[in-house]
């Protein structure tokens, strides 16, 4: 096979809130991994991919800008190999992510989608939810509020107020679920999948983890777990992904967030020749798809 030149997009700070540091680090790693297996790497931040796009038919990237991600669509459309595909990137956001999975059967609490002008403490009692989470739905979240736990519909009704003083028009509500929080990494199509408690790790990025609290260790089905997550996986079109989800106390898991290129913290080391991998996999098939 011939050298293979890839683009690598590092993610803009902006979008690492708390994690700049991590997420380089992930991308430097397989990056590495991937000049070991004889490619070539060149990488860009975000900021020079928007302003001058790239040459390179093989991307890899960590991109979270909304001008990033149309330009990456464009060159999927061209016929560029890009990873994470800029669609699957945009199906991560809020919304998209909730329809998603709730629409291929994929266990994920019950959502109510919503405008952030509307009233909506009617449609919290008629649902059945009190304490429930409120996240932004038009994109990823970049500051703390962007994801707000309340405990009754009332507060929900104030925090979709302040979502729309904010210019957030969508929102997704889930039901909070009582159970064991779980951070899980994995890599599509490939043997590597990690899991473990953040809270009990001290391991946080907006301090919501407490609302959870320490973990009770309920038994659950890891094995499934895995094929729930590579599920999602294939259906919001993403590579390299990393989540969260809850198990409760008889097993039953539901993905409550699911990330497109996390930073792996915990298992870089671990994870980086996986991922390098399945990006030279994706090279190989996607090469003979165009003979």
Not at 26 to 36: P, Y
Not at 62 to 81: F, H, P, T, V, W
Not at 146 to 170: C, M, N, T
Request: aromatic share 10%.
């Amino acid at each position: 096979m011939a050298e293979i030149t890839i683009a690598g997009i590092m993610r803009a700070g902006a979008y690492s809130p708390n994690h700049i540091g991590n997420d380089t680090a992930i991308f430097n790693a397989v990056a590495d991994q991937l000049r070991k297996r004889g490619c070539i790497v060149n990488v860009y931040s975000e900021e020079q991919f928007n302003n001058s796009g790239v040459e390179e038919k093989v991307i890899i990237n960590m991109c979270r800008e909304q001008a990033s991600i149309a330009r990456l669509q464009r060159y999927e459309d061209e016929g560029r190999l890009v990873i994470n595909s800029g669609y699957g990137i945009e199906n991560c956001t809020r919304e998209r992510m909730t329809r998603i999975l709730l629409g291929n059967d994929i266990p994920y609490p019950e959502s109510l989608i919503v405008n952030t002008d509307e009233a909506v403490k009617g449609q919290l009692k008629k649902a059945g939810f009190q304490n429930c989470w409120i996240k932004r739905g038009d994109f990823h979240a970049m500051h703390k509020e962007d994801v707000s736990y309340v405990r009754h519909p009332e507060e929900a009704q104030e925090v979709l107020q302040e979502y729309f003083y904010r210019g957030i028009k969508r929102a997704v509500i889930n039901k909070h679920l009582v159970g064991d929080l779980i951070k899980f990494y994995g890599v599509k199509d490939q043997p590597f999948f990690f899991w473990f408690y953040p809270f009990d790790e001290g391991h946080s990025k907006y301090g919501a983890e407490a609302i959870n609290g320490k973990s009770k260790g309920f038994h659950f089905d890891e094995a499934e777990m895995k094929h729930i997550c590579q599920r999602a996986a294939e259906e919001l079109n993403v590579v390299i992904y990393g989540g969260d989800c809850i198990v409760d106390s008889e097993g039953k898991m539901q993905i409550i967030d699911f990330n497109d290129w996390p930073s792996f913290a915990p298992c870089r080391v671990e994870a980086a020749p996986f991922i390098a991998k399945a990006v030279i996999a994706a090279v190989k098939q996607h090469t003979e798809k165009a003979r």
